[in-house]
């Protein structure tokens, strides 16, 4: 685990590499996404860094997620007529999202669908990143496009409920 003072180290390196100087705002900000990991919005994070920042403004929380964005440090998740989620994961991976609780969860992708996905752009077209998000409920029945049985879920390859997204 990744002591804080590991994390502050981490923090100032790349806020400096960006121009930018470490506050403790910006730290903090970052210490509360890092510390639960399910994708707040901005008054989420807000509600969590007041107790110990209580002079702390929303405005400065915004300022500080767009600078940890900027500088690469978090993630923004942005769902249709939702507000702006911020997510610490930086390996390239997709979102679940749970429509029936409103939960966001990670779900790790196999770097073979990575790269088949960048094929199918047309020629000359590079993609410098891939956002993909899974909606529906967790636990739900799945919807096949054929008529037939699932062969993954008949032959036992099938996510078995509990399992963590992303595991077969």
């Known amino acids: 685990m990744t002591s804080a003072r590991q994390n502050h180290a981490i923090l100032s390196e790349r806020l400096k590499a960006?121009?930018?100087r470490p506050t403790p705002q910006r730290e903090v900000v970052l210490k509360v996404i890092l510390?639960?990991?399910d994708h707040p919005t901005a008054d989420e994070i807000?509600?969590?860094v007041k107790p110990s920042m209580p002079t702390i403004s929303l405005a400065t929380v915004y300022n500080c997620?767009?600078?940890l964005v900027q500088c690469g440090l978090i993630r923004q998740v942005n769902l249709e007529r939702a507000p702006t989620r911020y997510c610490p994961n930086l390996h390239?991976?997709?979102h679940f999202h749970d429509e029936a609780t409103g939960q966001i969860h990670d779900?790790?992708?196999p770097e073979e669908l990575m790269t088949r996905l960048r094929e199918v752009?047309?020629?000359g077209f590079a993609a410098r990143s891939i956002d993909l998000t899974f909606r529906g409920s967790a636990g739900?029945?799945?919807l096949s496009t054929s008529n037939g049985p699932r062969p993954e879920l008949a032959e036992g390859r099938g996510r078995a409920a509990g399992q963590p997204l992303g595991t077969n």
Request: charged residues 30%.
């Open 18 to 20: 960006c121009d930018v």
């Open 35 to 37: 510390e639960k990991r």
């Open 46 to 48: 807000f509600a969590r």
């Open 65 to 67: 997620l767009d600078t």
């Open 92 to 94: 390239q991976h997709a």
């Open 107 to 109: 779900v790790e992708l």
């Open 121 to 123: 752009l047309p020629p």
């Open 140 to 142: 739900a029945p799945v």
